[in-house]
């Protein structure tokens, strides 16, 4: 199960979901962990199961354009996330760049091409680049927006706030469990809980657990009374 790629799918509209769980249940190394309707949904469904790559449309109510794909980077940074919109424009590309998303395409996408994204991205390539080297004008108009604010923009990623689950997470972390004796607490895999642990991390931009402590106990998430072992 440890090679199975974990797949969220959030989209207004009930074909758009159903339509893309149907083409990744035929590829039985794809396992489809939940499908939201809204935005707010999908952040709740992805911070219980900790998928490997979302799937998230542009035309959600709550989060219209590639907003909810712009908060799942910030919220979950270990998630790769895939933009799908109902039609592919030079415009939404530069925005899904800017949101940080790991790949851009159409609803239209072929099976193929689809479930290849999923694939790539999960394993960290950032598959968005390739279009961006097809598209000249959006290339300049990348170079021209992140020249000056690069370094603003990477330490807002690295220090975004922790999600509810993260921090629940990290508790039990200060505590010296391990991530089976969390999982199993909370009633979910250790594989989810190590995808947690990887997500906390690279927000509080350290390297291992302990130092993840030690910033939550210096920002005050965490207190000395909750039995903190560093």
Not at 54 to 80: C, E, K, M
Not at 113 to 124: D, E, H, P
Not at 129 to 134: D, R, W
Request: charged share 25%.
């Amino acid at each position: 199960m440890s090679d199975t790629i974990r797949v969220l799918i959030v989209g207004r509209e009930a074909l758009f979901r159903k339509g893309l769980k149907s083409i990744l249940d035929t590829d039985s190394s794809i396992e489809v962990v939940g499908m939201a309707a809204s935005a707010d949904e999908g952040y709740l469904i992805a911070d219980d199961e900790m998928p490997d790559v979302v799937l998230v449309g542009t035309t959600l109510t709550d989060a219209p354009n590639v907003s909810a794909a712009s908060q799942f980077r910030s919220r979950f940074p270990a998630i790769a996330t895939i933009v799908v919109s109902p039609q592919e424009s030079e415009d939404e590309l530069f925005a899904a760049i800017r949101a940080g998303a790991s790949a851009y395409c159409a609803q239209d996408v072929a099976e193929e091409r689809i479930i290849s994204l999923i694939r790539r991205t999960k394993n960290g390539e950032w598959v968005i680049n390739e279009q961006l080297l097809e598209k000249p004008y959006v290339a300049s108009r990348v170079l021209e927006q992140f020249r000056s604010s690069s370094d603003s923009l990477g330490q807002t990623q690295a220090y975004a706030p922790l999600t509810d689950r993260e921090l629940q997470i990290l508790k039990l972390v200060s505590e010296g469990k391990t991530n089976a004796a969390i999982g199993y607490e909370l009633g979910i895999s250790a594989q989810t809980v190590k995808n947690h642990v990887t997500s906390i991390l690279r927000k509080l931009a350290v390297n291992d657990r302990t130092q993840a402590v030690v910033m939550a106990l210096k920002r005050g998430w965490l207190s000395i009374d909750d039995d903190v072992k560093v």
